[in-house]
């Protein structure tokens, strides 16, 4: 199985909770870094014992994805998208209205020769999705 392993600026739990609506989701974990046991040699600051240091999100029978806040500046990827395959077009039609807005739509969603319904965007977040109806 494969979980992409989405990483982010500060904004993972607020992004999650995007997610978590758009696919009508499930969230399976999270865990912020201040449940983490004290360890000097990984000290958290008071700031960021509210981030997120793991989260997992079912958003498909099969799908999930996992993700986390981190100490480094992370920008977008133009070689990853997150691909989501449903086979209802209602599901895909919320999930996509939600990510697209505040988002940037690469592609529209739209029938192709090969699906009912397919298309690309880019979440608020800089996370790229692809959806397929088949």
Same mark, same amino acid.
């Given at each position: 199985?494969?979980?992409?392993? *989405? *990483?982010?600026?500060? $904004?993972?739990?607020?992004a999650?909770? @995007? ?6 989701? $499930?969230m399976?974990? %999270?865990?912020?870094?201040?449940? @983490? ?6 000290? %958290? ?6 981030l997120?240091?793991h989260?997992?999100?079912? %958003?498909?029978?099969a799908?999930? %994805?996992m !993700?986390?806040d981190?100490?480094?500046?992370? /920008? !977008?990827?133009e070689?990853? #998208?997150?691909?989501v395959? *449903?086979d209802?077009? /209602?599901?895909?039609?919320? #999930? ?6 505040? /988002?940037?739509?690469l ?11 397919? /298309?690309?965007?880019k ?6 999705w692809?959806?397929?109806? @088949?």
């Open positions: 199985m494969i979980k992409p392993y *989405l *990483l982010f600026n500060r $904004e993972c739990e607020e999650f909770q @995007m997610y978590q609506e758009a696919f009508d989701g $499930e399976k974990a %999270i865990q912020k870094y201040g449940d @983490m046991p004290p360890n000097p040699n990984f000290p %958290i600051s008071d700031d960021d014992k509210g997120v240091l989260a997992e999100l079912k %958003i498909t029978e799908g999930h %994805i !993700g986390s981190t100490r480094e500046e992370h /920008g !977008g990827s070689k990853v #998208a997150v691909s395959e *449903l209802n077009e /209602g599901k895909a039609l919320k #999930a996509w209205e939600v990510l697209k807005n505040g /988002g940037t739509v592609m529209d969603l739209q029938p192709t020769f090969f699906a009912k319904l397919h /298309g690309s965007v979440d608020t977040y800089g996370v790229s692809m959806f397929t109806v @088949m």
